[in-house]
């Protein structure tokens, strides 16, 4: 029988799956033709649609952040047409290898990384140029920063351009609002905040955005052609068959974010976002991100200098059983390391995270200024936003 190592998966992503959303995943597998599962494709549908706070459909796919990341740009942008990228961290980075090997010709907003990005500047390039989509992150994991995309989404929307947004380590964690802020697009996954395994991916996608997408019959992509989605889903089904236990997965998962309240989600994270940030910082490690524009899913720190990114979460992991990010951009080897505040999260988790810290910097060399101090900021923070 197949066994795998009980330790905290504390990663911004996947996330740790909670027992209702594995026992969902764990019963039959229904004909996924058959009026019992589509019955509860269209109850996902409903229920997921106020989370990207939206009122058009949203598409399901089987496939990972990428493969959506990817599917929003093939389904607007021919080869030839303009993109301009924000590229703030990793997944913007990935964005314009997308762009690129789907033949978009590729303009860039570089963001220092941690930074914030001033919407005046998306606005001036639009002037500049006639660009076919605009596209950027919303929750860079890579770098704990939350991007404001209504303030995007207001010097695009009344220009042709499409915004496209990848909300994968951000829907269900942080406030998404689809329609009210102008995105076009909107992409996710189930392994984030939706507390489900990988394997699920998910498109949002508004009328300005069919518009283009319909216009000549050109979208140069069979699998993951929104169009084919579309019509399926308007008859509650999918064209291909789909991951049918993920959705069973999924939603049990948009049953527990309803019985807490969407808002409700979103403050528990804020709110437990914020103790870690208090904490990480009472032991002396700095945030990686310009700390007004934090993420509430994923918390980025630098690496203590004299301290290798590394060792900090391979000592984790080998005595603490805890199992938390390092950095996965090349140029950000040895500098960063994240912890995840998505999903499934709680209070315990976080002053967990903070011993486990606390203790293997002091393993490392690198003990706290006083016992218990990140554990004690975290409490603090706590009460102070209960
Ligand atoms: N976009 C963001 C912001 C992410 O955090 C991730 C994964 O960490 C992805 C895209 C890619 O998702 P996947 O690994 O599911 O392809």
Known sequence: MLTIPDYRLRLPGPTAVPERVRQATALPVLNHRGAEFKAMLAEC????????????????????????MEAAVANVVSPGDAVLIVVAGQ?????????????????????EWGGALDAQRVAERLKSRSYRAVV??????????AYDIAAVGAVVRDTPALLIVDSVSGLAGIEMKMDAWGADIVVSASQKSLM????????????????????????PSFFADF????????????????PVTLVY???????MIDEEG????????SRLAAALRAGVQALGVELYNQPDISSSTVVAMKVPRGLE?????????????????????????????RIGTMGAVSETDIITDLRHLEATLKDLGKPAPTQHAGVRAALDALAASA
């Open 196 to 219: 489900c395994a990988p394997g699920l991916g998910f498109a949002a996608v508004s009328a300005k955005a069919w518009k283009v997408i319909d216009r000549d019959g050109r979208v």
């Open 309 to 337: 990114g590394g060792a900090i979460v391979q000592r984790l992991r080998e005595r603490y059983r805890t199992v938390i990010a390092g950095a996965r951009h090349p140029s950000q080897t040895g500098k960063v390391f």
């Open 91 to 111: 997944f913007g980075d990935r964005f314009v290898s997308i762009a690129k090997a789907l033949g978009a010709t590729v303009d860039t907003i570089d963001v």
């Open 262 to 269: 969407l808002a409700n989600v979103l403050r528990r994270h």
């Open 249 to 255: 997965g999924l939603l049990e998962a948009l049953h």
């Open 45 to 68: 549908q409903q229920r997921l649609k106020p989370i990207f706070g939206t009122r058009h459909d949203v598409l399901l796919f089987a496939g990972s952040g990428t493969a959506m």
């Open 227 to 242: 169009r084919r989605a579309k019509a399926s889903l308007e008859k509650d089904g999918t064209p291909f068959t789909p």
């Open 136 to 145: 950027m992150v919303h929750n860079e994991s890579s770098t704990g920063v």
